[in-house]
């Protein structure tokens, strides 16, 4: 039996990832917890940057938004939506920030679902839209995308395209007017997946101690490399304090 | 000016309105209650990620059209409940964004310009699925007939230049709330934090209604001009309002209730159990101070914000 | 960093240049001045009013192309001296805007988008006057091949809706220096008083050199985040610059200097008078310190802030 | 002999134009001062405003242009360029502004030249250019422009059309896609002049004391109507004890 939540597990995957002054936008929940961890692990001088505007804040607490009060605190700059997204759009800082999405469903090529299952006109299933997510996964260098390794969610086509991956692939991102970028890694509870280098499409590159690959391929509804996979390493001691200890005392993200 | 004067003399049924905050932080929750308390429908709403204050306007019935970027608000509800079920259920007409996107076209509006460009969502719905049907448009003859445009780059030269841009219509609502810390008798607004989008609302909208946790006097917001987001002159009424933006936060003054936002999950979710709730926490009271009366003096102090964090530290969340 | 090294390290001969500050405020002067003394020429200006330090830079033959919207220097020279002369004597390359349309140029580059629209301008010879010839765009590979482009509003609905806009081509510069009144030593900027167009001239940059009046530990900026403009990330050098806008004025800090500029006034007049000013003031001095010794610590007194004020109460400025 | 100068007659004229709760547009010298007397005369909630972005400055010292530091201090707000054209743009607060605007030469219907005389080129006189002066005239309610009343200000046609009037009149400053507005007032040193409402060319409405018609006819190289031109009062005791105790108490515009 694991010591760790298979979030914590995916916080610190996430957060292994991030390479020192990078900036990291985050979203809300597991996401902060990652970028928080980063900051303790692999990149203390990554900077943590809102979607609100707020720019390396002190957190002391998870925020549970990221309009959350917490945010606010000990920042260098205390901005609004107009400045945020601008500095991800903008050509220079761009280019420097990876975002850390979520989304509901997910296709081959990185492409998010975040607004509806179903018909969009009378849904199903309503989720939030798009946010953010749009805006961060059309200019920012590159992307981490957290998801639940459930069925549904690793679809062929999805019911709606919220958030540009590498679209059909084959250039065509760049061929529809959006920066290079795109989802490098996607964080599920089960496994970790990259994407090819040429052809853009979904891989699977790692999986969690304890998970056979038979059992993600269950949830995944599209054709999928196997062939790279490697055992992930478990959340080492030292990784669960600091998220315990450092990003999350009160438990709010488990 | 009171709250029921200032959203009666302005807040008209169909008019089109915008409110301030994001999520479950500085909602003007005071003016939203109000606005269900007059019972003032037919609302054509702009929101970019509003959260708490969208749901309830939707949830009481008050909104006809909305224009959105994101209906959630935080842990307490990743989706917004009342806004899901409406949409779910074909309640009410909607139109999706994204939150730059929705930040553009207020901007626009309140620079004055048509449109505003942007990179974003190239590729992706938000371009291709419409959800006013192009009846709708055209029946509402202030909305712009088209959802958004495509346009090529004219000034493209090198490789690296953006070859097509995303073209946002500016939105003017006829009235944009926001709440915020402090404000001089004749409206000079100063926000502490961070401002979300609330400027470029406020810009945009022919009138501003502006609610604060502190009224003082003109003169007083000169001394520091630096901290000042809005001048004088764009402000229509100035309400002075303890606690305003509760259930939600207000940076520097207080938190978010998690107790009230959990509960309005629970009972949000159920339309019986919703009814209810509107009975007791809104149509039952008079005013925001006797929502704040009904909550209570030591809840409201629990949330109190501590220095310098600017929230209640250590607040029980979960 | 010192002045000298970051102006040898990011200012290159031809390259894109802005300078922050208006007429004659918070032109980051000490950066002008080094520029000049390194003799690096051959600069592509981007301007909006920025006074005294673009005059500085025409008249030391630093500048081959300025793209501008205001060659003044409020009482003291209405029309910029040196950038008279050297546009009446075919000295430099020169394109017109208007303040606004330079500031949208800013903000498009800021943002990350390739134009921005403003109705400003139509019907003016500043659409249908273009200084640059199509030759020499067509050779300058970095700049956008049109001035600027009207086009018709394609969401026009309303009869009062702006039929058309001009499309104003985003600004990059290579460099953009700006001068301010206290920083952190990581490039968190803290600008008291008018930003101008700083903000923007710094985001659209490549490079952003920051001097300040105050170089402060980080964590010290982040006790009132509020009062600051540019997060420290998009800072390539900071330089600790003690009356760094000097002979402009820094709010807060210190006044204008009337005396220097009504000498600057009189010898710019004439050519071989100016290559005395240049030969005694910026040549003649290896830092902008001893420009300080030069000017003498009595003067430097007398333009000092008072307080409230911020500027210097009864200076004489006849 | 008068004991007023002409820079005040001119500051006293355009401020009485201003009305109670305008927002007023001011640059530097004159119409500083015009915008600063109104507040003691016509309109004491006027509100001055600057294109650098100061509102409503406390103005204890005359400011010798409009980035002075003066114009900071005790304002509303401190912004910067992009918030006051924005103002100005913006489609409810730009029509409460009057713009006080000044300009090398005018012509017949109000365009200004503050760029160049001569080739535009290589210019025989090269002036400062725009600034915000273009961006004022297409967006504000209505202007007030200074002018020196000498031969070369007042000519047919424009070396360089700066800032738009109304263009060639009937209509066509809004077929150019500019708002309503427009110049409703020019004040010299020796008249004022106003726009036919239906033509919108000049005519001359006013002329100071000891003025003759024709002596200012002489300086304006277009046809002209004169008919409808009435004295203009004097500067009074109390208008020249604001400007010169309240407004400039260091005289350094007059």
């Known amino acids: 039996m694991m010591d760790y939540t298979l979030t914590e597990m995916m916080a610190v995957v996430a957060a292994r990832e991030i390479r020192d002054e990078e900036i990291v936008f985050c979203g809300t929940g597991i996401s902060m917890l990652a970028a928080m961890a980063a900051k303790h692990i692999s990149a203390p001088r990554s900077v943590i940057f809102f979607e609100t505007g707020a720019i390396d804040s002190l957190l002391e607490e998870i925020p549970l938004a990221v309009a959350d009060s917490r945010v606010m605190y000990h920042t260098a700059l205390n901005g609004g939506l107009a400045d945020a997204f601008a500095t991800m759009q903008n050509p220079f800082t761009g280019p420097r920030v990876v975002g850390i999405l979520g989304a509901a469903q997910i296709d081959p090529f990185g492409n998010l679902n975040s607004t509806a299952i179903g018909d969009y006109d009378q849904p199903r299933i309503r989720f939030s839209g798009s946010g953010g997510a749009c805006d961060v996964a059309s200019f920012v260098g590159r992307t981490i995308i957290f998801m639940r390794q459930v069925k549904g969610r690793f679809v062929e086509k999805l019911d709606y395209l919220t958030s540009p991956g590498y679209l059909d692939g084959n250039g065509s991102r760049q061929r529809a007017g959006l920066r290079p970028g795109g989802p490098e890694l996607v964080v599920t509870d089960k496994a970790v997946f990259r994407f090819d280098e040429k052809s853009k499409r979904m891989y699977l590159a790692g999986y969690y101690p304890g998970i056979k690959v038979a059992e993600i391929m269950e949830t995944v509804e599209f054709p999928l490399d196997c062939n790279r996979a490697v055992p992930v390493p478990a959340v080492t001691d030292k990784e669960l304090q600091i998220l315990r200890q450092k990003c999350d005392p009160q438990g709010l993200i488990r | ?318």
Not at chain 2, 59 to 68: N, S, T
Not at chain 2, 237 to 243: D, E, G, I, L, P
């Open chain 2, 1 to 318: 000016m009171s709250m029921a004067e200032a959203i009666s003399r302005f807040v008209k049924p169909g008019c089109h309105l915008s409110i301030g905050g994001f999520t479950l932080n500085r909602n003007p929750m005071a003016a939203v209650y109000e606005i269900i308390r007059q019972r003032i429908d037919n609302l054509h709403l702009y929101a970019h990620s509003n959260g708490q204050g969208v749901d309830e306007l939707i949830g009481a019935g008050c909104v006809r059209a909305i224009e959105i970027a994101y209906g959630g608000n935080g842990r307490f509800a990743p989706t917004c409940i009342r806004f899901r079920k409406a949409i779910e259920t074909g309640q009410i007409h909607f139109e999706d964004y994204s939150n730059y996107q929705m930040t553009l076209r207020f901007m626009a509006g309140a620079m004055g310009v048509p449109f505003l460009p942007t990179t974003s969502g190239l590729g992706t719905d938000i371009l291709q699925k419409w959800g006013f049907s192009p009846e709708f448009r055209e029946a509402e003859t202030r909305l712009p007939r088209e959802k958004l445009l495509v346009m090529d780059n004219p000034f493209r030269r090198q490789d690296e230049d953006p070859p097509k841009v995303v073209l946002l219509p500016a939105v003017n609502p006829d009235v944009t709330i926001i709440h915020v810390q402090k404000a001089g008798r004749e409206g000079t607004v100063s926000i502490n934090g961070l401002t979300f989008a609330d400027v470029e609302q406020a810009k945009a909208a022919r009138h501003l209604i502006v609610s604060c946790e502190e009224l003082v006097e003109e003169d007083e917001m000169r001394l520091e001009p630096g901290e000042n987001q809005l001048p004088f002159f764009l402000v229509d009424a100035v309400v002075h309002q303890f606690y305003g933006a509760y259930p939600t936060a207000c940076y520097g003054c207080y938190d978010y209730d998690p107790q009230f936002l959990k509960m309005y999950q629970r009972l949000a979710k159920d339309d019986a159990l919703y009814a209810s709730y509107l009975g007791e926490y809104v149509y039952g009271v008079d005013n925001h101070q006797q929502l704040c009366d009904l909550v209570g003096r030591e809840q409201l102090q629990r949330i109190r914000a501590v220095n310098p964090q600017g929230y209640a530290a250590g607040l029980d969340r979960r």
